[in-house]
């Protein structure tokens, strides 16, 4: 690595060098499993292999909302996969998930299992799956997929981008903390002005978009999220705040934001969930 005044001149070929800060250990250039093991199976229709960040927190609510309709075949059994420690890069799990990112689903109710991988893709599946939490009419249904896919495309600016700088980097730096702050604050205006006219993202019901947004952005402005909640002033954002308040409240959101939690006050964590009695 080469240092001037100005900072960082990057090689003419990059080459892997330690670059510090949270989850170095477990970044490295190349996919594939580092070691053999499989996953474990339970007893029911659905496997899930994850951790409650947000993108986890995203397949347990919606197990969890699915439920709460009395659609008992989204009974499913949830794995703990500790991605500090490595878990995704098994064996198992790049078999489930090439990409070794939780979380992870695989449908055993068929003859043939399904891998359904990418937290996104795992909300549509099983809101098809089960008709449920999508709207049915095309134009509902594309608006509430339009917001899917806003989240996709743009959490990566806040995690990625803005958590890792603001709470992760080995160091604080000016430059990347404004850049990525600034696209948060735009983000959370976007988010603002559509719930300004609209109870729920996607319009007056409750779906998948909002189950996709929330564990990121509401999670945000709830102060849960990279201790920036002062920081980016959330509180000027009140229509998030107030989506953000009321999907907190829902039950199934209480019971799917605990499972796979590890961290955090002890009656808030559920390592595994194989029975809605370990909720209770």
Same mark, same amino acid.
């Given at each position: ?173 000016? !430059?990347? /903390?404004?850049?990525? &702050? ?7 205006? =976007? *988010?603002?002005? +559509?719930? #300004? ?8 019901? !409750?779906? /998948?978009?909002?189950? &996709? ?7 945000? =402005? *709830?102060?849960? +999220?990279? #201790? ?8 000027? !954002? ?43």
């Amino acid at each position: 690595m080469t240092e001037t005044t100005t900072g960082y001149v990057p090689p003419k070929v990059w080459t892997p060098a330690p670059s510090g800060g949270a989850f170095a250990n477990i970044n490295r250039p190349v996919a594939g499993p580092t070691h053999e093991k499989d996953l474990p199976v339970g007893q029911h229709p659905l496997q899930l292999y994850s951790l409650a960040t947000p993108n986890g927190q995203k397949a347990t609510i919606m197990l969890e909302e699915l439920l709460a309709l009395g659609h008992q075949g989204a009974e499913y059994d949830a794995w703990l996969i500790r991605i500090g420690d490595g878990d995704q890069f098994s064996s198992g799990f790049v078999k489930v998930n090439p990409n070794s990112k939780i979380p992870a689903l695989l449908d055993r109710s068929g003859e043939t299992p399904i891998r359904v991988f990418e937290s996104g893709s795992i909300l549509l599946y099983l809101a098809d799956k089960f008709g449920a939490l999508l709207p049915k009419n095309t134009a509902g249904r594309t608006e509430a997929l339009n917001w899917l896919f806003w989240q996709m495309g743009s959490a990566p600016y806040l995690g990625g981008g803005f958590g890792h700088f603001y709470a992760y980097a080995p160091e604080k730096w000016e !430059y990347p /903390i404004n850049r990525f &702050a600034m696209e948060v604050k735009r983000q959370l205006d =976007v *988010l603002d002005r +559509q719930l #300004g006219e609209h109870r729920y993202v996607a319009g007056e019901d !409750y779906t /998948i978009a909002d189950i &996709a947004i929330w564990p990121w952005y509401g999670g945000l =402005v *709830l102060g849960n +999220q990279y #201790g920036a909640a002062e920081f980016l002033s959330v509180q000027d !954002y009140k229509n998030v705040v107030r989506w953000a308040q009321e999907i907190a409240a829902r039950p199934a959101v209480k019971r799917g934001r605990r499972v796979n939690r590890v961290m955090g006050p002890e009656e808030e964590q559920l390592a595994e969930r194989h029975s809605a009695a370990d909720l209770d």
